[in-house]
């Protein structure tokens, strides 16, 4: 029988501790979303699916993420453990797809920790010139420790205040950019388009056809990813039945208007033949507003960004190996924690892993970190398949044995075709990356990956309990 009180946490002298409110899920989620795929990469989206192709592109993604939010808010109240998400797919499908399922997130986030870091002192030379990146890169890994070793509830006040800056920076362009676009200029900003004059193009309103929007759709599916670390905090949030299920609103509507928001003002401004990844797409928009100093402060949002990301990525990758040990699936000394209910020995492990793939970006970039990135770039989509599929059996198994749907606290509507609707559309993705020789790699290595974890743990825990729901 599936029995959610089985995910209920440890006792209080042994277990992470529940100091976190709504507001630092929404920003959790929202730091780990925002970094700088928007504030940079968003230029490469338009320039290939065009300014129409691009907004579309990525309000096909904001549903997408709706739709998995709506699942993680019913299971995250379920199980409310932290590193949820792989315990909803150890309790709902299988102990097996829990593993695989933590092993590919704690892969992901520990990869994008060491990129975020070298990526923050590559932009830090803009104003230290003379200072090694490496420098940068220890003096940041040691910020974020210290931000992660503290509480819980510090590390979710430095995310929320990282997140504001990011936010703050969003507002400002689409409140600046969009005065602009109706002839309003309070910075005393250059020539502007006019609205949407340049969503008509000489090519049409899709330049690159379909297929553009298409390759488009899959990057943006990536863009979109860290909204799922409100599953992962659940465990350390007071009151996890109201918090939860109003994190999963908040953070779903900020991310329709701040992303769609931000990408039509921008393809609007600039042309997508002069959009690029040679300059922040926000410091073009802000230049032509009038902004003054528009670069460096835009250097110094995207760095917050940055840091802003790994800060949500190494608390992710703490939590994972906790959950992990905790279920007797990792070393138990993964599984202890401070007096303020800080996995520190898992939080030191996440970080060495971070710093292994910074180190393996630079010995081995051809071999060693393709591999990484590749499977990295496979995982967002995995584990939004693992949860959208857990939902769909969870749900299945509590109505079978008695449960009322109407008594919970949050239910993910319109059941089942939220969850299949989902996990089809994450289907399609991954087929696309197929098609595209740029992101293929990614099903190269991540599928290997996944069968890698499922045998591992077949031999390690035996056949009898990999197939087991608890």
Known sequence: MLDPKLATPPAPESALRRSMGARHLVMIAMGGVIGSGLFVSSGYT?????????????????????????C????????????AFH????????????????????????????????ASGLLMQRWFPGVDVWVWCLVFAAVLFGFNAVSSRFFGESEFWFAIVKVAAIIALIILGGAALVGIHPLGGGNHPVLFQNFATESGLFPHGFT???????????????????????????????????????????????????????????????VGLDESPFVTVFSAAGLPFAADIMNFVIITALLSAGNSGLFSCARMLYSLADEGHAPQSLKKVTRRGIPLIALSVSMVGGLASLLSSVVAPETVYLVLVSVAGFAVVGVWMSITASHYFHRRAFVRDGGDVAALAYKAPLFPLVPI???????????GIALDPA?????????????????YFHFRHGPKTAGRVK
Do not use: H, N
């Open 72 to 83: 993680l808010g019913e299971l995250a109240i379920a199980y409310p453990v932290s590193g």
């Open 439 to 455: 992101q293929a790699a990614a099903l190269y290595f991540g599928v290997p990956f996944v069968a890698a974890c499922y045998a």
């Open 46 to 70: 338009i320039s290939q699916a065009g300014p129409l192709g691009a907004v579309i592109a990525y309000l096909v993604g904001a549903f997408v993420v709706y739709l998995v939010m709506a």
């Open 87 to 118: 315990i909803y797919a150890a309790r709902s499908i299988g102990p097996a797809t829990g593993f695989a399922t933590a092993w590919l997130y704690w892969l992901c986030w520990a990869v994008a920790i060491g990129s975020e870091f070298t």
């Open 421 to 431: 609707l989902a996990f089809v559309l994450c289907v399609v993705s991954l087929v």
């Open 212 to 274: 553009g929007v298409l390759v488009t759709v899959l990057a943006v599916f990536y863009a979109f990813s860290g909204s799922e670390l409100i599953g992962v905090a659940a465990g350390e949030t007071k009151d996890p039945a109201t918090a939860v299920p109003k994190a999963v609103r908040t953070t779903v509507v900020r991310l329709l208007i701040f992303f769609v928001g931000a990408i039509t003002v921008i393809a609007a401004t600039i042309p997508y033949t002069e």
